[in-house]
Each structure stands twice: as C-alpha cells, then as structure tokens.
C-alpha cells in the first residue's frame, strides 16, 4: 500500500508541477501563447481547466500526503 502511495505522490507531484508552471501570474494564458486581448474578468477556456485542475491536483496531493501519517 504504500509503494502505491508513494508511486501515486510522485505521479501527483509532477502533474501538479505541470498545472503550476504553465499558468502566468499576471496574465491570462492567451498572453501565454502570444495573444494580447483586453481585459477579461473570468477565466475561461484552458484558463479555467488549469486553475480547477491546479484545485483538484493540490487538494489530492495534501490528502495523499496525509494518508502516509496513517499508514
């Protein structure tokens, strides 16, 4: 079980690196990719997945992280 855990942390590690890294403080992830734009007050689009996905991915991360403390 814990070879599973830790194979699991890792895994979540690197993904959530992943989410993290390709967001842009200060910018949307248009401005990423070369686009301007205006001034949008919502995210949307990949903006959005990423944000959630950064949410979900964090969220397992501490809890994968915390079952060792059981275990």
Known sequence: ?????MGFQVVLSILLSLAIL???KGAG???T???????IASKRGAEKFLSNAT???????????AAFLFL
């Open 22 to 24: 390709l967001q842009q």
């Open 29 to 31: 992830l248009s401005a």
């Open 55 to 65: 949410i979900v991915l964090a969220t397992l991360f501490v809890l994968n992280a």
């Open 1 to 5: 079980m814990q070879q599973f855990l």
């Open 33 to 39: 990719f070369g686009g301007g734009g205006g001034f």
